[in-house]
């Protein structure tokens, strides 16, 4: 186990368990053509909630590609992004919340913090598992949250304040 200061990302699809317990009203075939899923045969909310799950996986996953030194682990409909290196999680912050929305139609709430995690060293097929401070408070803070957005704890400004000591807010 590796215990070190990170900067961690909680992100959530918004009302993906009123999906998957039905309780979003009638799907029309609208909804599943915005998917790609206009050949389903079994349309239901588990179908369309699988595919909105997958399309949440393919985002995290590029960003990861664009992004190697983020580590990512996905649980169902929300996940933990985290780095030590502050410069790179921004712009990968940015990329996630951006595709989600932009290019794949899928509302996120997500809380960020900056402090002490334990990363669990042995990577697994789905990845890898971290706990501590920093990613119980970036889970914290997401729940306080209604509707898309991201909210922070007042230990990450600090750590942006470090990584850009002289530079970040230059006009």
Known sequence: MTKK???????????FSALT??????ITD????????TEVEDKNYVTLAAKILSEFRSVLGDTQKKYPS???CQMSDCAFVWTDDVKVFLPAL??????MIQNKGILCRGGISYGEIIEVDTIYAFGKTIVGDAAT?????ESRLKGPRISMD???PDAIWAAFPNDLFIL
């Open 137 to 141: 408070n970036a889970a914290k803070n």
């Open 5 to 15: 200061q990170s900067a961690v990302l909680y992100i959530d699809i918004l009302g």
């Open 154 to 156: 007042t230990d990450f």
């Open 94 to 99: 940015h990329c996630i919340m951006w595709n």
């Open 30 to 37: 609208s909804d599943y053509q915005a998917y790609n899923l």
């Open 21 to 26: 317990r039905g309780l979003v009203g009638n």
């Open 70 to 72: 983020i580590q990512i």
